[in-house]
């Protein structure tokens, strides 16, 4: 069984920095890429950032290109995500998720996406 766990939201000011972790457990797990999506209250859910896990190839949803940063760590089977430059509409609760190992995805698609966590809340005070 794999399980995705975040880590690291919090309170912090407008203008701060964040880093968030998911680590991944499971005997089984393989992946081709790994992303975070966030959900704020009322909204739907938007696509934040992912990597290809083979590569490191990179992207980023418009809003936070050039204040947020993904990495991995293979070894570890953990994805990083930091945030710096932070906004108050920034406030979301954030979602680590994988792709399936085989799988053909899309970087945006949420339903490309086959696990997920449990999600971490970050909260951007002005």
């Keep these: ?65 050039g204040r947020f940063a993904i990495s991995k760590d293979n070894a570890k089977n953990t994805a990083t995500l930091q945030m710096s430059s932070l906004l108050p509409q920034d406030t979301a609760v954030y979602y680590c998720a994988a792709v399936k190992g085989g799988r053909s995805w899309f970087f945006s698609n949420a339903d490309h996406y086959d696990y997920w966590g449990q999600g971490t809340q970050v909260t951007v005070s002005s």
């Excluded at 069984?1 to 912090?12: A, F, I, M, P």
């Excluded at 499971?26 to 959900?39: C, K």
């Design 1 to 65: 069984q794999v399980q995705l766990v975040e880590s690291g939201g919090g309170l912090v000011q407008a203008g701060g920095s964040l880093r968030l972790s998911c680590a991944v457990s499971g005997r089984s797990f393989s992946t081709n890429a790994m992303g975070w999506f966030r959900q704020a209250p009322g909204k739907e859910r938007e696509f934040v950032a992912s990597i290809t896990w083979s590569t490191g190839s990179t992207y980023y949803g418009t809003s936070v290109r």
